[in-house]
């Protein structure tokens, strides 16, 4: 099966329904040691990509991963990222906003952590959960100390969208290039994963209660993604629906995705020109002296 990315593209505007999106599709690969020789394909051609990217320093590549517990943003992450060099490359996860954070405003915490030209920024988690947990728990917002006239506000989510819209359409007219995933996963393959959790001595600690607990508001945490991809995808900075229930086909798409994009780019290696070819020459007679 030949990857077309346009396929998990989100283009319409306005909310989505998520029930039409499928969590697992036909495989890409015809067996474990194909997946294994083409994702070693892709990490290789994004090595390269990476090599461009940064000996250029013209653009800036910000990967957004979203999705539920146990959806497989960490492996995709590790997996797909594996043989991009770590100097050219950083990966930032959000967790609760600390005392410091809350004092600003919602996205000041990831901006912080934006990717400089040259090279790839990887947000595990971002300012997303704010249209996302926020709105699933609403006492989030009481926690964050805004006036209660904002909070209680019919338009809250609506202006928040519209400043993630605005950030992204600042950062893309600044060469910053984003990609946006969010991994579906469906409630019954995370319970099995959620299970497996509890076998597998090495994965105990993935696991909690709280994440258990929060599977009761599977149908609230649609909801509000529905809302928030369908307000937020744009052409600039689209948002990509990969089918998470097989692990190694959501690793295979979303790299697929990653280099389109890369590719997309259209960077070259830096021509050295006579000025530096001359620069060059008269520090090879030094050394050569």
């Known amino acids: ?26 495989p890409v690969y015809k067996s474990k040691k194909n997946y294994q020789k083409i994702l070693e394909t892709h990490v290789e051609q994004l090595s390269s990509m990476q090599e461009y990217l940064y000996k250029s320093d013209r653009y800036a590549v910000l990967l957004i991963f979203q999705a539920m517990d146990a959806a497989g943003k960490d492996g995709a992450i590790k997996h797909v990222m594996s043989g ?3 100097q050219g490359c950083q ?21 912080r952590d934006l990717p400089e030209r040259g090279r790839i920024g990887i947000f595990n988690r971002s300012y997303y959960e704010e249209v996302l947990i926020a709105r699933v728990h609403p006492e989030i917002m009481i926690g964050e100390g805004l006036p209660e006239a904002l909070t209680n506000s019919k338009s809250v989510w609506h202006d928040r969208y519209r400043s993630i819209v605005d950030l992204e359409r600042h950062l893309h007219a ?44 599977w149908k609230q945490y649609m909801k509000a993604y529905e809302a928030c991809i369908g307000a937020t995808s744009t052409k600039t900075s689209p948002w990509y629906i990969v089918p998470a229930d097989d692990k190694d086909n959501a690793r295979v798409i979303v790299s697929s995705i990653i280099l389109d994009t890369l590719e997309g780019l259209k960077m070259k290696p830096p021509k050295t020109g006579a000025k530096r070819l001359r620069e060059l020459q008269a520090i090879r007679s030094k050394l050569e002296k």
């Open 84 to 86: 991009v060099n770590p």
């Open 174 to 217: 600044n060469g910053t290039s984003i990609i946006k995933f969010y991994l579906h996963l469906s409630k019954e393959e995370q319970r099995k994963r959620f299970l497996q959790r509890i076998d597998q001595a090495n994965k105990n600690w993935k696991l909690s209660l709280a994440d258990v607990e929060e599977r009761k508001f």
């Open 91 to 111: 990966v930032f996860s959000f967790k609760h906003p600390s005392p410091i954070e809350l004092q600003h405003d919602f996205l000041w915490r990831t901006t």
């Open 1 to 26: 099966m030949k990857i077309n990315v346009k396929d998990f593209r989100v283009t319409k505007e306005g909310p989505i329904n998520l029930g039409k999106w499928p969590t697992n599709v036909n």
